[in-house]
């Protein structure tokens, strides 16, 4: 069975480990793949001290696995390029005129139907 290990990221100058950070989520998404065929991945803290995780982590993801839907937890404006963060606000006009089909996952509470709109 797949188990869990939590591991260090970051170097001794705090800077972070794509390389690690990479191959560990892309066995956990090959296992997760495999076994289930699941094709969205919510990924939890994507940054540390020093701020968000580097994009280029996301997409180094998405080329290796094309069809599946990355949803961090945070995002700057390169994450839309790669991900669907998720977010409880549309991150606006400028992300939606650099990728019109950009999407957020949003996480609403108090709500008896959801409706979508573009």
């Known amino acids: 069975p797949f188990r869990w290990i939590q591991r260090n990221y970051y170097r001794a100058d705090n ?5 690690a950070y990479v191959k560990n989520l ?7 793949i495999n076994r289930w065929n ?25 080329e290796q696995f094309p069809s599946v839907l990355w949803i961090p937890e945070g995002s700057d404006y390169m994450y ?15 992300v939606a005129r650099v990728w019109p089909n950009a999407m957020e996952v949003g ?9 979508v709109s573009v």
């Open 80 to 94: 839309h390029r790669y991900t669907s963060p998720l977010g409880d606000l549309w991150a606006g006009k400028d």
């Open 15 to 19: 800077s972070t480990d794509e390389d």
């Open 38 to 62: 699941v094709s969205v991945f919510y990924v939890d803290t994507v940054g540390n001290k020093n701020g968000l995780l580097p994009y280029t982590i996301f997409k180094r993801l998405k």
């Open 26 to 32: 892309a066995a956990k998404a090959s296992y997760a």
């Open 107 to 115: 996480t609403y509470t108090g709500l008896s139907m959801c409706k």
